[in-house]
């Protein structure tokens, strides 16, 4: 059997990037008065596009500009700092590095604008190994709807069924679940790790990414064929 074709999800799976989404959320909500912006509150929208995070918290805060203008002004902060201040988690980068000497299809697909995911590939240098990225911009509906995970099959000529997902989140392993794909689920938040969405997924690490290893993940995928 080929190489299994594999999804991942970008922000908080593979880079740690949700730091730079948070300081840019808290720069641009001071913008428009508001100063008490929490990393708790920021973490409710993890794993969720950032035009959906940005609507709910309008509606939350009272801000009336309008959505675009909120839009282009929070990637241009998460831009600067997504260029210069992105890690990749290393075992994620083994993980890669470990398909892509197997051959095997990569995407990918995230609720992020195109110009971040772009940034962060090539800031990283993930833009050699994944070369097929989707945004939720290109698509309907962001996740916890399965619309970036099929687009992301289509581009790689796959059948859905045959792909596995690497998410960090709720709202993305349930988007791979309603795609009909298998999950490797590697929470960002530990204390999401209990959800329904994970510990339904074909694979979980509780511990996150202090437990995740490319080793085992490339072994249960090396089971799959």
């Known amino acids: 059997m080929s190489a299994i074709p594999v999804i991942f999800d970008l922000d908080g799976t593979l ?3 949700e730091p730079n989404y948070y300081a840019a959320g808290r720069q641009l909500l001071a913008r428009y008065g508001v100063t008490d912006f929490s990393w708790e509150s920021h973490s409710r929208f993890i794993g969720i596009s950032t035009r959906e995070t940005l609507e709910t918290l309008s509606a939350e805060y009272g801000i009336e500009a309008p959505l675009d203008e909120l839009l282009a002004a929070k990637n ?3 831009l600067e700092l997504a260029r210069t201040s992105t890690e990749v988690f290393p075992q994620m ?5 470990r398909l892509h000497a197997d051959g095997a299809p990569m995407a990918v697909a995230s609720g992020s604008s195109l110009a971040a995911i772009e940034a962060i590939l090539s800031g990283t240098g993930l833009d050699a190994l994944i070369t097929t990225v989707v945004s939720a911009e290109e698509v309907a509906h962001g996740k916890p709807e399965p619309d970036v995970f099929l687009e992301a099959a289509r581009r790689l000529g796959a059948v859905p069924a045959d792909c596995v997902v690497v998410e960090d989140a709720v709202p993305g392993a349930a988007a791979a ?6 999950c490797i689920a590697v929470p960002y938040v530990r204390e999401t790790a ?4 994970f510990t339904s997924a074909a694979l979980l690490f509780p511990g996150g990414q202090d437990e995740f290893t490319a080793q085992a993940a490339t072994e249960w995928l090396h089971g799959l064929r």
């Open 76 to 78: 241009a902060l998460y």
């Open 15 to 17: 880079v740690d990037s």
């Open 177 to 182: 679940h309603a795609a009909g794909m298998r």
């Open 93 to 97: 980068r083994k993980f890669v590095e």
């Open 194 to 197: 209990g959800d329904p969405a």
